[in-house]
């Protein structure tokens, strides 16, 4: 039975089009992925099925019948429930008060009966969840669970889920797609909003394709392979990152020496001019401190950090940065762009204290914001917009550009291609080879091994808060990096 | 001294109900400063209908329905035009207090009969002191262990996610708003008509702005509101007994500011304000992209 049709689905944000003339449609028992880069318009869509943002064209059906304009509430009761990527829950509420609010049941007594619904349900799906825990102690793992327990609990018959992996270990992962198998079984519609290849293969019966707002194709999954799927979705084939040969010249950009601090136990290390120097470790060992006190955003206690041979130990992040030192920040939406700001007014947060003048050059701000958006391909193209409309490709892609276009001596990348999509991710480890290959010091520190095996010229390894090594090409060993890790 | 205690308990009768319509307010995520305004307003439209009618109930009646009204365009500019909800309750108090100044002028020095002031009591409370109690505590149940009470506090918390399973949030905070100037409104009644019984300009003396504090004080819990409410009440008359005692008018007068101040700086901090649980929207207008 076919459970929605959305034919011609247009939705605009100001001059930009999210989803252009979109059909999809979604049968009982199937799951249907719906695969393509950041901004591609996977979200807006389906938030527009649930009844969250209202289209400026087209029409859907459920269950054969148009339904006019939705809201929230119209689409629950028909059936439609959305777990987000981020979470829909009250933080100082616990998970019964989550989700009282979220279903339809009335008054005192059945705070009781919630609470045991919860037990009930969370132990059948083999979630186990403690229904007075306060969400804001929960883990995210956890938090997810108390999000599908509000569509398991509300018998919705179609249920979207955003991106539902990223934040789940391998483990909860394999129990999530049971989950969605047995949902699909009892004749439920599951929509699964990917960037990832391989869930598709894993869960999906049919997947559908959208490129920049428009649909590329919808294939049974048993029809089509995962390269066909890459193709479709970023529209070309991927250069292949190359790491250029370590710099003949052996100047030593950045030193760190013995530090100690917080988590951080007797820390040393050296980046050289041209080199890339990458740091693995698993998240929470000591990486995050390391990184902000190079750059200044943390208080050292002990030991020194040198630029170039001078001590830069304690100083400010904007003396580094007139030093030479660009930083690509883990948070890159917290702590590397300012989002009500615009793209151009964010792009000119560094560059504008040398423009000289005592009033803001606004005119050149928005040329070089426009220069700089053209060469570092940051899409939309209109710098007036506010940098947090941005998709998180182009946010990263904006940092970038900040950040190396004031040809920094020592670059520190954290994380810097953490949830983007295949084609944003291959660009910024391009752009991070292109500015070492011009002579920047780059420090990269990554939990994604594979990336750093091939970008790095050396890789330290880093638990517990201590380097546990540094390794050459010739001994990058995934078992034997990942031993060093855990020891 | 049992006379002391006995004029605490009425005069926080006024700071309790406007404290608990306060609360509703805040757990909506509607910040109201408008209290004082409201009350002031409240007060004249009492006074001025049981002076007319004899009737104190009608008079209260008509302060709530008053307190009300004006609420709602606070409610119109921070909910519906996402204005700034500070600067809109502070107008507030200007209007409110300015009009009932304004007009309020040809009752100066007017008392009300005494027969029109006269309601039920019991052992030296009247009716409306057990009223006031009685209601933090239906209150306190409804918004902590009832559905209504989740949905009002949710919309207060993350009208995000309020709105996602289909609660109408800006419906919500209208209604809280209303309600927070109905009790104003009533709490300022209570005073020009049950309490006082004579018209005097400013007579709500700045009882609105310690309501608020008392809000912050009972941590957003109606229940604890009532301890706050008498505290502050018998501070308050300590300010008038004392007086026998020598110790200056004026010192005593300013207590029970000092102490809202003092509440208000300790729960001014980001840390504290969450620890004590502030409602996590508090003040923020609220758009659905």
Partial sequence: MELVRMEGIVKRFGSITADDHVDFDLMSGEIHALLGENGAGKTTLMRILAGEISPDEGKILIRGREVGMLNPKKAMDLGVGIVHQHFMLVEGFTVAENLILALEESLVGSLREVSSRIVEVSRAYGMNLNPNAVVADLSMGERQKVELLKVLCRDSEILILDEPTTVLTPDERRNLFSTLLRMKERGKGVVLITHRLEEIFQVADRVTVLRRGRVVDTRFVDEVSPSELAVMMIGRDLPRVVRPDPPSSNGVVLKVENLSSGRLRNVSLEVRRGEILGLAGISGNGQKELVESIVGLRKVSKGKIYLEGVDVTNMTPRRLYDMGVAYIPEDRVGEGIVPDMSIAENLALKFYRRMGSLLLDRRGIVEMASRLMESFDIKPKSPLLPAGNLSGGNVQRMVCARELSTEPKLLIAHNPTRGLDIAATSQVREMIVEQSKKGTAIFFVSEDLDELMNLSHRLAVMSSGEIVGVLNPREYDPERIGKMMAS | ?289
């Fill in chain 2, 1 to 289: 001294m049992l006379e002391f205690v006995s004029t605490g308990l009425q005069l926080a009768v006024p700071l309790l109900l406007a404290s608990l319509g306060e609360i509703y307010a805040e757990r909506s995520g509607v910040m109201n400063l408008g209290v004082e305004g409201m009350m002031s307003a409240g007060a004249l439209a009492s006074f001025a209908i049981t002076l007319k009618t004899g009737n104190p109930a009608l008079g209260l009646l008509t302060a709530a329905i008053v307190g009300a009204a004006l609420s709602l365009a606070h409610a119109f500019i921070s909910v519906t035009l996402r204005g700034n909800q500070v600067v809109s309750g502070l107008a507030l108090v200007m209007v409110g207090c300015g009009l009932s100044s304004l007009i309020g002028r040809g009752y100066v020095g007017t008392p009300l009969p005494m027969g029109s002031r006269r309601i039920p009591a019991l052992l030296g409370q009247d009716l409306i002191f057990y009223v006031s109690v009685t209601l933090s505590g239906i209150l306190w149940l409804v918004l902590f262990r009832t559905r209504a009470g989740i949905v009002i506090r949710s919309v207060g918390e993350n009208p995000a996610v309020a709105d996602s399973v289909g609660v109408n949030v800006h419906a919500i905070r209208y209604l809280c708003t209303a309600f927070g100037g109905l009790l104003a409104g009533a709490a300022g009644g209570y005073i020009s008509t049950i309490h006082n019984g004579m018209w005097v300009d400013g007579i709500t003396a700045g009882m609105g702005w310690i309501a608020i504090a008392l809000v912050i004080f009972a941590t957003w819990d109606p229940a604890k509101a009532v301890g706050g409410a008498v505290l502050f009440g018998i501070v308050e008359s300590a300010g008038y007994s004392l007086q026998n005692f020598g110790i200056s008018q004026w010192l005593l007068n300013s207590l029970p500011y000092a102490l809202t101040i003092v509440v208000l700086v300790v729960a001014s901090s980001r840390s504290v304000k969450r620890r004590i649980g502030a409602p996590a929207a508090l003040g923020e207008p609220y758009f659905r992209e």
